[in-house]
């Protein structure tokens, strides 16, 4: 074969380089708008089935309980004190207020059954199973009773006692007075603790000092003391009279001489 010069395509004449001109952009069309779809409403779901759980059958296990933590301790609220005032000098000073009397019962007949007074005032006292703290009366009886203090013309005490008689007439029987003050004085089964009469009457009775112008003492009876200008009966005393004057002066004879030696 006869190898033959391949022929080249001729090179294309180039354009001459010009002006560049900057490319226009060339405004895009809006595209159509698209069509919304159609809402989808979703209507209530149906409720799923509760599952209920089987019943266990095998044992429970216990487990150890937890310990509880020491939780802290709320702090105690805090109470102001009152400080009182200081006393002024008109209140520093207590005023005790004496409380008021019992009104004294004023009547013409009193009669005490199981009750008590404080005072009474009347004509005629009578205490049966009573007590009466004062009395002031023209006739007072005390039976099965007691009076603190008697003033009456004629007082007559049965099973009782009285701490002072004063009156013209007293009469003492199963009964006990401490101290009487009277014109005529009658002791029959009973005691008296100190007399001052003028006339004394004692049967079966005792008193412990007695100061009158006439006494009688019967059988049983007897005495401590006794200062009389008559004695009558049979008379049982530790000391008579002239005993009285002997016993004064000894004792006067001995107070005497203590003085001396303690001025020595």
Same mark, same amino acid.
Request: no cysteine; aromatic share 2%.
């Given at each position: 074969?006869? !190898?033959?010069?391949?022929?080249?395509?001729?090179?294309?004449?180039?354009?001459?380089?010009?002006?560049?001109?900057?490319?226009?952009?060339?405004?895009?069309?809006?595209?159509?708008?698209?069509?919304?779809?159609?809402?989808?409403?979703?209507?209530?779901?149906? &409720?799923?089935?509760?599952?209920? &759980?089987?019943?266990?059958?095998?044992? #429970?296990?216990?487990?150890?309980?937890?310990?509880?933590?020491?939780?802290?301790?709320?702090?105690?609220?805090?109470?102001?004190?009152?400080?009182?005032?200081?006393?002024?000098?008109?209140?520093?000073?207590?005023?005790?207020?004496?409380?008021?009397?019992?009104?004294?019962?004023?009547?013409?007949?009193?009669?005490?059954?199981?009750? @008590?007074?404080?005072?009474?005032? #009347? !004509?005629?006292?009578?205490?049966?199973?009573?007590?009466?703290?004062?009395?002031?009366? %023209?006739?007072?009886?005390?039976?099965?009773?007691?009076?603190?203090?008697?003033?009456?013309?004629?007082?007559?005490?049965?099973?009782?006692?009285?701490?002072?008689?004063?009156?013209?007439?007293?009469?003492?029987?199963?009964?006990?007075?401490?101290?009487?003050?009277? @014109?005529?004085?009658?002791?029959?089964?009973?005691?008296?603790?100190?007399?001052?009469?003028? !006339?004394?009457?004692?049967?079966?009775?005792?008193?412990?000092?007695?100061?009158?112008?006439?006494?009688?003492? @019967?059988?049983?009876?007897?005495?401590?003391?006794?200062?009389?200008?008559?004695? %009558?009966?049979?008379?049982?005393?530790?000391? !008579?009279?002239?005993?009285?004057?002997?016993?004064?002066?000894?004792?006067?004879?001995?107070?005497?001489?203590?003085?001396?030696?303690?001025?020595?």
């Amino acid at each position: 074969m006869n !190898d033959q010069p391949s022929e080249k395509p001729a090179d294309k004449p180039k354009a001459a380089p010009g002006p560049r001109r900057r490319a226009q952009a060339v405004p895009a069309e809006p595209a159509p708008p698209k069509a919304a779809a159609p809402a989808k409403i979703a209507g209530p779901k149906a &409720a799923a089935p509760a599952k209920i &759980a089987a019943p266990a059958t095998g044992p #429970a296990k216990v487990g150890p309980k937890p310990t509880p933590r020491p939780t802290a301790r709320p702090a105690a609220p805090k109470v102001k004190a009152d400080v009182p005032a200081a006393p002024t000098a008109a209140s520093a000073v207590p005023v005790a207020i004496p409380p008021s009397a019992p009104a004294p019962i004023r009547a013409a007949t009193v009669n005490l059954t199981r009750a @008590g007074a404080a005072e009474v005032e #009347a !004509d005629s006292i009578n205490v049966r199973q009573g007590g009466i703290g004062a009395a002031s009366a %023209e006739d007072i009886t005390v039976e099965v009773g007691g009076i603190g203090r008697a003033h009456a013309d004629d007082i007559a005490v049965r099973l009782g006692a009285v701490g002072v008689a004063h009156g013209e007439h007293v009469s003492i029987e199963l009964g006990a007075v401490g101290l009487v003050v009277a @014109g005529a004085v009658e002791i029959k089964q009973g005691y008296a603790r100190a007399v001052v009469a003028r !006339d004394v009457h004692i049967r079966m009775g005792g008193a412990h000092s007695i100061v009158a112008g006439h006494v009688t003492l @019967g059988k049983q009876s007897g005495t401590f003391i006794l200062l009389a200008r008559k004695v %009558e009966g049979d008379v049982r005393t530790v000391l !008579d009279w002239r005993g009285a004057l002997a016993l004064g002066a000894a004792m006067a004879l001995g107070v005497g001489l203590l003085v001396r030696r303690k001025r020595r």
